[in-house]
């Protein structure tokens, strides 16, 4: 079967009805030449790459078959009357085509009868056949190269993007072979080339996969990407210049976090202030913030709190504690609020494993705390459930499926989470314990919750695998080529094997997940809206729409 066939019965089964969890180990085709998951039948991938034993042909026609195979699902799901008024789409709609065309080879009567069917016109269609060419000129002629060690380390990051992206695979395997050529290195040379050239971050986890056997849970990797001491992008010394510290964010900054914005710590202020207020005033009360990061919000908070006149029974009665995880962040934290002296305490410790300071009266809070909580991938293909996988195999690290684990199970039908074929969903059974800790940690006050996120149905409805996916990564904005292949690097940054430096990896919270948690404690759920409106109610200042989009707070509350 050509890509077009492959690609027509994918999109085929995709109506097809939801499909109920399943335990039993997965089948693995007998024609599956990797020894690896012959050896193991519990996990399956027909798109395992091997750089060591497959040629330059075949890694181009795999990546290609699995570029286009994205594509087309994204360009299903896309109206072209939408795109007249945003470049940035346009380019993402062509990028789409013309990876649909370099795989095609052969097919592409086949391709662009397929493609008039779906809506897109003549003009993309021509447009699309020299996409892969025209955009790689136009990215070599502004890029500055200026010697062969330059053009070397361009060649192996492009590939890099090729391996592990899902977007512009023709022009980033196009500009690989263009500067490999260019500076001496045939196709082994450049595999040879980006070997050496990997950073000690993806050293680190391809030794801990390794180490594991080759192959670990998706929530396994994830854990100890973020947090391992050494190598952890929030627990290692990365984490020393992860976050803007102020409205500037420097270079190095991953980005620049809603926590540094005025209205939000004004908010939480009054908000806290009025929550005083309705348990009755009392004498003291605490505010517990679950993962600071630079401290920025805790010191605005502080402040508002110390301008009060001295005499002000809430300045009085409210103190402030932070539970850190990161030894890095807490650091920075003590270096931060220190002026504040005993109104702050710092509790090196995670917020989300084991007990939590008890809470008489007052307010636990997190700002995008729980879009860290080790996510479990689920994907529903051809009808089949599988668990994500993370492994390292042929030098690359890759995704696999694999057997549903029994624990992921039980989540899955407690909630009655069935998926349908070609979704993926990612769940985080943290979420039940961190509840069931506020829980006996609070005896009266709130717990507000302030992440990106929606409840399962409209999470469900407008993000998946092949739109908007519920992970993403982050990394600095420093390089100017990154501007140039940003379909690319979109993609590159939201895949988890694309380590070649520290990432920022979240995921969108099920918000369903906290409020069925809470229904099994004490807790009960008061609270659901946007950040803006949030912002808006207490602040009693209009927020720009873009400061807060896609943020959601929820708010559970016990004692009131």
């Known amino acids: 079967m050509g890509v077009f066939g492959a690609l027509s019965t994918a999109l085929s089964t995709a109506s097809a009805g939801a499909s109920t969890v399943s335990v039993q180990p997965v089948s693995v085709p007998s024609d599956e030449g990797d020894a690896f998951v012959r ?53 993402a709609y062509a990028a789409a085509l013309g990876d649909i065309f370099a795989a095609a080879g052969s097919e592409t009567t086949a391709i662009v009868k397929a493609l008039r069917r779906m809506g897109c016109d003549r003009e993309a269609i021509e447009f699309a056949r020299s996409y892969v060419p025209q955009r790689s000129k136009i990215i070599l002629e502004t890029l500055d190269i200026r010697t062969r060690d330059e053009r070397r380390r361009l060649a192996c990051e492009f590939l890099d993007f090729a391996l592990h992206a899902r977007q512009e695979i023709g022009v980033c395997l196009f500009l690989a072979r263009k500067l490999a050529l260019t500076s001496g290195l045939d196709w082994a040379g450049l595999l040879r080339e980006r070997q050496e050239r990997r950073s000690a971050y993806e050293r680190e986890l391809a030794s801990f996969v390794r180490e594991e056997g080759d192959v670990v849970p998706f929530d396994r990797y994830y854990e100890r990407a973020m947090f391992d001491p050494i190598i952890g992008t929030y627990t290692s010394k990365t984490a020393e210049h992860l976050i803007a510290t102020g409205p500037s964010p420097s270079p190095e900054s991953f980005f620049r976090t809603a926590s540094v914005e005025p209205s939000l710590a004004k908010s939480l202020f009054l908000y806290a202030q009025n929550l005083w207020a309705r348990l009755g005033r009392p004498e003291t009360f605490r505010i517990v913030e679950m993962g600071a990061g630079m401290g920025s919000l805790a010191e605005a908070v502080l402040s508002l709190i110390e301008n009060l006149p001295v005499r002000d029974p809430f ?209 009960k759920h008061s609270t659901f809206s946007s950040q803006n409106d949030w912002t808006r109610q207490f602040s009693g200042e209009e927020p720009e729409p873009s400061k807060f989009s896609g943020f959601r707070v929820s708010i559970l509350s016990k004692g009131l």
């Open 39 to 91: 050896a193991d039948s519990r996990f399956h991938s027909g798109s395992l790459l091997h750089l060591e034993r497959m040629t330059e042909a075949e890694i181009s026609r795999r990546l290609l078959q699995r570029a286009s195979f994205w594509n087309f699902r994204r360009l299903s799901l896309t109206r072209p009357e939408d795109l007249k008024d945003d470049p940035f789409e346009q380019l």
């Open 315 to 523: 300045r009085a009665a409210v103190t402030y504690t932070i539970v850190e995880k990161s030894p890095a962040l807490a650091r920075i934290q003590e270096n931060r609020l220190g002026r504040f002296n005993a109104r702050v305490e710092i509790l090196r410790r995670s917020a989300v494993v084991g007990s939590l300071p008890v809470v008489r009266s007052g307010l636990f809070f997190s700002n995008e705390l729980v879009d860290m909580f080790p996510p479990r991938k689920i994907v529903n293909a051809g009808g089949r459930l599988y668990e994500g996988y993370l492994a390292y195999r042929g030098g690359l690290l890759q995704e696999v499926k694999g057997t549903v684990r029994e624990e992921t199970a039980a989540f899955l039908n407690d909630r009655g989470i069935c998926l349908k074929p070609g979704e993926t969903y990612y769940i985080q059974p943290d979420i039940d314990p961190w509840i069931r800790a506020l829980d006996a940690a609070l005896e009266r006050g709130e717990v507000v919750t302030i992440d990106y996120g929606e409840r399962r149905g409209a999470l469900r409805l407008r993000r998946h695998e092949f739109g908007r996916s519920m992970f993403r990564g982050y990394f600095p904005g420093t390089d100017p080529k990154w501007a140039l292949a940003a379909l690319s690097i979109a993609s590159y940054r939201d895949s988890p094997t694309g380590v070649a430096r520290p990432k920022d990896m979240t995921v969108d919270v099920d918000f369903t997940t906290l409020e069925e948690a809470a229904a099994a404690t004490s807790l």
